[in-house]
């Protein structure tokens, strides 16, 4: 079975991996958008407005574990014979170390470092922005030998769409159930501009146009 792991590049640029000792048992993927309401004079509801898309986040949880299966002395036999002390078990913080240490800032970028989360075919880029670590099984010394961490990451992917310029004059012909706020949206990214086209149309009644009538959508300079 394939183990997951972070990836990241060094400050010489060489990628390093910090390999999971389990697999997580499951992956949380959340993709969110924020809308604002208009509220327009003559209509019993507002219109939605999309401001901005959020960042994809990804949530999931590694169990480490060094009762269980971790070594520290080299007392093999007594591991093979389930007869390994406790008190000889590794502090299981040998392990989480590396992963807490992705949320840390690096002193070359000012900022943490970008991690790619790898399973099999799945894969994640992004940063770490929340790492909470729960400790549940400790030695008769307060060693801890089992941590469990929840973390969250953040997509780094950049937005590549290609917007319609709004800087130059433009003309649109009305189709039935058009409106001049939907026309504002796409040409301004702005519904509470459909004013400026009214305007530019002397449209006293916006919602009087007639189908194959043409309209001006004056640019914004």
Same mark, same amino acid.
């Given at each position: /079975?394939?183990?997951a792991s972070l990836k990241y590049n060094d400050d010489s640029g060489i990628e390093q991996k910090v390999s999971c000792l389990y697999n997580p048992a499951e992956l949380q993927i959340q993709r969110s958008n924020t809308y604002t309401e208009h509220k327009v004079p003559g209509l019993d509801r507002p219109i939605l407005q999309f401001i901005n898309g959020e960042a994809e986040t990804m949530t999931f949880s590694? +169990?480490?574990?060094?009762? #269980?299966?971790?070594?520290?002395?080299?007392?093999?036999?007594? %591991?093979?014979? *389930?007869?390994m002390p406790t008190?000889? =078990?590794?502090?299981? $913080?040998k392990y989480?170390?590396?992963?807490?240490n992705l949320i840390t800032v690096d002193e070359s970028e000012h900022a943490p470092k970008e991690v790619t989360f790898?399973?099999? =075919? /799945?894969?994640?880029?992004?940063?770490?922005?929340?790492? *909470?670590? =729960?400790?549940? %099984? +400790? #030695?008769?010394?307060?060693?801890?030998?089992?941590?469990?961490?929840?973390?969250t /990451?953040?997509? #780094?992917?950049?937005? *590549? %769409?290609? $917007?319609? #310029?709004?800087?130059?004059t433009k003309h649109r012909i009305i189709n039935s159930g058009d409106a001049l706020y939907r026309f504002a949206y796409a040409e301004y990214g702005d519904c509470s501009e459909w004013r400026r086209i009214a305007e530019a149309n002397g449209l006293d009644n916006p919602r009087r146009m007639k189908s194959g009538e043409r309209i001006v959508i004056p640019a914004i300079i």
């Amino acid at each position: /079975m394939s183990k997951a792991s972070l990836k990241y590049n060094d400050d010489s640029g060489i990628e390093q991996k910090v390999s999971c000792l389990y697999n997580p048992a499951e992956l949380q993927i959340q993709r969110s958008n924020t809308y604002t309401e208009h509220k327009v004079p003559g209509l019993d509801r507002p219109i939605l407005q999309f401001i901005n898309g959020e960042a994809e986040t990804m949530t999931f949880s590694l +169990f480490f574990d060094t009762y #269980s299966s971790g070594i520290e002395t080299g007392q093999l036999d007594l %591991m093979l014979n *389930n007869k390994m002390p406790t008190l000889l =078990k590794a502090d299981v $913080r040998k392990y989480t170390e590396p992963v807490y240490n992705l949320i840390t800032v690096d002193e070359s970028e000012h900022a943490p470092k970008e991690v790619t989360f790898e399973w099999g =075919k /799945m894969s994640f880029t992004g940063y770490i922005v929340s790492l *909470n670590e =729960k400790l549940t %099984m +400790f #030695s008769s010394l307060g060693v801890p030998l089992r941590s469990t961490l929840e973390i969250t /990451m953040k997509s #780094s992917v950049k937005d *590549n %769409m290609i $917007r319609n #310029s709004p800087d130059r004059t433009k003309h649109r012909i009305i189709n039935s159930g058009d409106a001049l706020y939907r026309f504002a949206y796409a040409e301004y990214g702005d519904c509470s501009e459909w004013r400026r086209i009214a305007e530019a149309n002397g449209l006293d009644n916006p919602r009087r146009m007639k189908s194959g009538e043409r309209i001006v959508i004056p640019a914004i300079i």
